[in-house]
């Protein structure tokens, strides 16, 4: 019981004395870290600074007091700026730019640590020569450690690949441009072989400066072409510099993916194919460097998957190669072959195309082939008289394959087009590799009295590009007339008389013209005029023959006068529209025996009411005594005509012509008043009666109107 009691009184005043320590221990500790007892780290920086690739510097402090302030400050040029930021402790971050953007300030506390870190981008112009401090502060305690950042390394920079480029000496130049380096030391090294780049070689380097005090290197190096001709050569270059942990490389070779100058290679050009008939076929290449391509041409019959045939091109092969004006190469390669239908129908050409730059070659087809024959027209269109008045064209055609053709005739001229139906025979040439085709129509000859008729034949065929036409008018018929000379009778002045032109071996249509040629003019027979009495009459008779050709005898019928037509021409044209101008028949100068008397034409003048008027007729050949002049007038409604006797208002004189040389041309001469009741609506007739032969001759005037002014 007293030990129990004991032990109690003990607790009791042992355990307020350690309460009391423990009260006192925290005190003195929150005292120690009040007079600055926490510690800053040195700060950990990267081993190397590179512009461009972000570094982060890290400060870790000790004992820190819970309100420890830490700040990043940059000095420059002996002066000091602080990098600003708002900061959250304990385990939250907060990123925030100061000075520019491109500072980011880290905190994080862990227990008693706090951690600072401040990320940003070296730059060599603006870091080179700068400290940053890392400062802690806490009531009027302040400690701090700091990174000089002595020197900010610029790591070359491949803005983009190795430039490859052709030479007009036929050089591959390799060029390679590193950029934004520092310092200025630097070392490319290139190297070149067949599977390994084991030859160093020489290369040619510029250096320039920039004006963020960083350089650039271009470094190149020129390869024989030649040597780019192994599929397996390559080309390497490798770099090294201070702010590389390691060297860099490029290899080239002629088959990177990325490698310009594999050979283009077109479709196969070929024209059609005709049986028979040699052609080219033709595949172009080009945009190829080095020059070694290598063809072969290959023939698939019947284009057979498995079956090929290589094709020996010694002979029959033309290749053309030439540098272009970008120092690339282009190939053309043409075979020429002959086509048959046997061996070709069907089979596929094949160009193929190899090249260092490819892993395989290029292929380029032709397709099946078709092998054509085209019609050929060897004999013209043959054209015969059938019977029934019906012209028969036959129209053969020769040597084409495949054997379905098209051929179609028909007639047009201006008022329209009319197809006929043909009759066709097919048979077969050169053991069926062929075939012929005869195409037979008949049409009525009278359409071809139609200048413009034509007939036309149209044959369409696969081989055939456009179709052929053949047109056939009145000009290719083979019947063109044959004109005889004129048969002119015996001439006799004011004495009917009738020529004739006959003219053989002719198709319809034919027309004939008649003229009158004096002193070298020319009139178009019948003369159509209201002055003369003269009348020509033209007839045309026809006549077909046993060979169902025509003969024709044109005629013109007419009365001579000596006065007019002595010494003049008759001629005769014949037109057909076989001709290309019309033929001409002459009758030479006519001769024509003079009659005992002519009589002019009765000139009239205008007549006015109760004016004195003056008719003039002229008679050539007058002899006053065989001859007797009588004046008559005949009114519209009277058959009869009246003779006129010398009375008050009318007198009648004729005497000879005294403006004329001809001692026997005379003028009769009718004088009048004329009077509206008895002149208007009359003719004057002058009538000159033979008193020997009983000949009598008359002309006429018109009929006359009387003026009231």
């Given amino acids: 019981m007293e030990g129990t009691l004991a032990w109690i009184i003990a607790a009791c005043v042992i355990v307020p004395i350690i309460l009391i320590a423990v009260v006192l221990w925290l005190r003195f500790k929150k005292r120690s870290k009040a007079h600055g007892s926490f510690i800053i780290r040195d700060i950990e920086a990267p081993p190397k600074l590179i512009d461009g690739e972000e570094a982060t510097l890290h400060c870790t402090v000790d004992n820190d007091p819970e309100d420890l302030c830490v700040t990043w400050w940059i000095r420059r040029s002996g002066q000091e700026q602080e990098i600003q930021t708002s900061q959250m402790r304990g385990h939250s971050e907060e990123e925030e730019g100061l000075l520019d953007t491109s500072y980011v300030i880290r905190s994080q506390r862990d227990g008693h640590q706090y951690k600072a870190s401040l990320s940003f981008i070296p730059h060599i112009e603006r870091h080179r020569d700068v400290t940053f401090i890392c400062r802690g502060v806490y009531g009027q305690h302040q400690k701090e450690k700091t990174f000089h950042c002595k020197t900010v390394y610029g790591k070359p920079k491949l803005s983009q690949p190795v430039i490859r480029s052709l030479l007009e000496s036929g050089e591959v130049k390799y060029l390679i441009n590193l950029e934004k380096f ?122 057979s998957a498995e079956l090929y045939e290589e094709i020996n091109t010694a002979n029959n092969q033309r290749i053309i190669s030439r540098r272009e004006s970008d120092n690339t190469y282009s190939y053309t390669t043409s075979l020429t072959i002959t086509p048959t239908r046997g061996k070709h129908q069907g089979a596929v050409y094949i160009c193929l195309v190899d090249h260092p730059s490819l892993e395989k070659p290029i292929e380029r087809r032709t397709g099946g082939l078709q092998v054509y024959a085209k019609p050929q027209m060897l004999v013209p269109i043959e054209i015969t008289m059938a019977e029934s008045s019906r012209v028969q064209f036959s129209l053969n055609l020769q040597k084409f394959y495949p054997k379905d053709i098209t051929i179609s005739w028909h007639w047009e001229k201006t008022n329209g087009k009319y197809q006929l139906s043909a009759e066709e025979r097919v048979s077969t040439q050169d053991g069926h590799l062929t075939y012929d085709v005869t195409s037979v129509v008949q049409t009525p000859d009278h359409l071809f009295k139609d200048p413009q008729m034509k007939i036309i034949v149209v044959w369409k065929h696969v081989s055939m590009e456009i179709p052929e036409i053949r047109s056939l008018s009145m000009k290719d018929l083979p019947w063109h007339p044959h004109v005889g000379s004129i048969n002119v009778p015996k001439m006799e002045d004011e004495k009917k008389a009738t020529m004739t032109c006959d003219i053989a071996k002719n198709s319809d249509p034919l027309s004939t013209s008649w003229f009158n040629k004096n002193d070298g003019n020319l009139t178009a027979l019948p003369i159509e005029s209201s002055k003369t009495e003269r009348t020509y009459r033209i007839s045309q008779k026809e006549k077909r023959q046993k060979d169902n050709t025509y003969s024709c005898e044109a005629s013109l019928t007419f009365t001579p006068i000596i006065s007019s037509d002595q010494v003049s021409e008759i001629i005769c044209g014949v037109e057909h529209p076989s001709l290309e101008g019309p033929i001409e028949r002459s009758s030479g100068h006519l001769h024509i025996d003079r009659s005992d008397v002519e009589i002019g034409e009765i000139k009239i003048p205008k007549l006015i009411k109760g004016e004195n008027a003056r008719m003039e007729c002229p008679i050539y050949h007058y002899n006053p005594g065989k001859h007797t002049v009588t004046w008559f007038q005949k009114k519209m409604d009277v058959d009869k005509p009246i003779a006129i006797q010398n009375e008050h208002r009318r007198r009648v004189t004729t005497n000879r012509d005294q403006a004329s040389d001809d001692q026997n041309t005379y003028k009769s001469c009718i004088e009048l008043i004329p009077v509206s009741e008895e002149d208007n609506g009359t003719s004057y007739i002058c009538r000159v009666e033979g008193s020997n032969s009983g000949q009598t001759k008359e002309k006429s005037t018109r009929w006359l109107k009387v003026y009231s002014c």
């Avoid at 290369?203 to 001709?229: A, C, G, M």
């Avoid at 390691?246 to 070929?270: A, Q």
């Fill in 182 to 303: 520092w310092p200025k030391s630097i070392k490319i090294i290139w190297r070149c072989g067949v599977e390994k780049t084991e030859e160093i070689l020489s290369s040619t380097e510029s250096l320039s400066d920039n004006p963020d005090t960083t350089y650039n290197i271009s470094s190149e190096v020129r390869i024989p072409e030649d040597r780019h001709k192994d599929p397996g050569f390559r080309v390497q270059v490798t770099w090294e510099h201070k702010s590389m942990d390691k060297p860099e490389s490029r290899e080239l070779s002629i088959r990177d993916p990325d490698y310009r100058w594999t050979p283009v290679v077109e479709e196969i050009k070929f024209p059609r194919l005709f049986h028979g008939s040699a052609t080219t076929l033709q595949c172009n290449i080009s945009e190829y460097f080095p020059d070694a391509v290598t063809v072969k041409w290959l023939l698939s019959p019947q284009n």
